[in-house]
């Protein structure tokens, strides 16, 4: 039974450019969720969607974007880097509202 | 606003020590709880959750944890560390009523020395 798979699992961008973030949940799991994790910090709520729709949106500038498409996959876009934005985004899926099961991650690096 | 903090920022412990890490979180209506575990290079797993009902809380790799409302506590224990249970360690809390989203706590490290 695959997990929650993300990709890519590194990249590196150049300030101001536009990255795209890519989950694919457990098969069956209908909810997914986006968190950044900044080095030495827990992670932080970025969206939640769940049957395609945004259920939640955490304190992050308009700058982040995301949706989920009909088989319940989501991406997460990112416009305009900035240094600050290099972390590990974290997707999780969930069969209902709440996220549990992690993804590896994608490390973004912003130079 | 609601916040989650972990008591300890780095625990270092030798093996066969018994584990205490604590949590609190600010809110006084209904939780869910979660520990959350990251060893080195992988990615997040699930430890524990606590929805309702029994309030000491059983988990995989031996841990528990106990919640006490009054407290606003839900403490992660092991009786005995091993090597292997090196790790950073999160505490998480969901708003009931609030959306699905895991509030996070600071973060644990457990260094466990053999």
């Known amino acids: 039974d695959a997990g929650v798979t993300q990709s890519p699992t590194h990249l590196i961008k150049t300030r101001g450019q536009q990255v795209t973030l890519r989950c694919s949940p457990i098969?069956?799991?209908?909810?997914v969720s986006w968190y950044q994790q900044v080095l030495g910090q827990g992670p932080q709520f970025i969206f939640q969607?769940?049957?395609?729709?945004?259920?939640g949106r955490g304190n992050f500038p308009d700058r982040f974007s995301a949706r989920q498409f009909p088989n319940y996959s989501s991406e997460l876009n990112v416009n305009a880097l900035l240094l600050g934005d290099s972390a590990l985004y974290l997707c999780?899926?969930?069969?209902?509202?709440?996220?549990?099961?992690f993804g590896s991650g994608t490390r973004l690096t912003v130079v | 606003a609601q916040s989650v903090s972990q008591h300890n920022h780095h625990v270092i412990l030798s093996e066969a020590a018994s584990l205490e890490l604590g949590c609190n979180y600010s809110?006084?209506?209904?939780?869910?709880l979660f520990w959350y575990v990251q060893y080195p290079g992988q990615h997040l797993q699930l430890l524990l959750k606590?929805?309702?009902?029994?309030?000491l809380v059983k988990g995989i790799k031996g841990f528990e944890a106990e919640f006490i409302k009054s407290k606003f506590s839900f403490n992660l224990r092991k009786p005995s560390v091993q090597w292997s249970d090196t790790a950073e360690y999160f505490c998480?809390?969901?708003?009931?009523?609030?959306?699905?989203?895991?509030?996070f706590g600071q973060g644990t490290e457990l260094s466990v020395k053999p």
């Open positions: 809110y006084g209506g209904t939780v869910n």
């Open positions: 999780a899926s969930s069969p209902e509202a709440y996220g549990y099961t």
């Open positions: 606590y929805f309702s009902g029994d309030p």
């Open positions: 998480a809390v969901i708003i009931y009523n609030q959306g699905g989203k895991l509030i």
């Open positions: 969607y769940y049957e395609k729709e945004e259920r």
């Open positions: 098969s069956g799991h209908k909810s």
